[in-house]
């Protein structure tokens, strides 16, 4: 059993940042792939972006690539995602997760087939 926690979310305007952090307890010494998705009232759940155990391979959404970063911290058991040039559009509930398989992030199918999820956290961007 992995457990994640998610913190950072909060309010901000349009243009602004905001760093994300999910922090792994539990079983976490089994090569775990972790990400992150998002889901807006009303929306299916989408990905955003994931990061392999050594961290030597990332992969984003278009919609986020060049303003967003995953980074991970082993040590710390921690991924965070960094959230530069924030867009309205970007309003979501944010959701860590982790896979033995990065490729359960972003190939297609049901985002209930990966291994854990996180509560989310709430970010809120104003125009």
């Known amino acids: 059993q992995v457990q994640l926690v998610e913190s950072g979310g909060g309010l901000v305007q349009a243009g602004g940042s905001l760093r994300l952090s999910c922090a792994a307890s539990g079983r976490t010494s089994s090569g775990y792939a972790m990400g992150w998705f998002r889901q807006a009232p009303g929306k299916e759940r989408e990905f955003v972006a994931v990061i392999t155990w050594n961290g030597g391979v990332t992969y984003y959404a278009d919609s986020v690539k060049g303003r967003f970063t995953i980074s991970r911290d082993n040590a710390e058991n921690t991924v965070y995602l960094q959230m530069n040039s924030l867009k309205p559009e970007d309003t979501a509930v944010y959701y860590c997760?982790?896979?033995?398989?990065?490729?359960?992030?972003?190939?297609?199918?049901?985002?209930?087939?990966?291994?854990?999820w996180g509560q989310g956290t709430q970010v809120t961007v104003s125009s």
């Open positions: 997760a982790a896979d033995l398989s990065s490729r359960s992030f972003y190939r297609p199918g049901p985002v209930g087939r990966l291994d854990y």
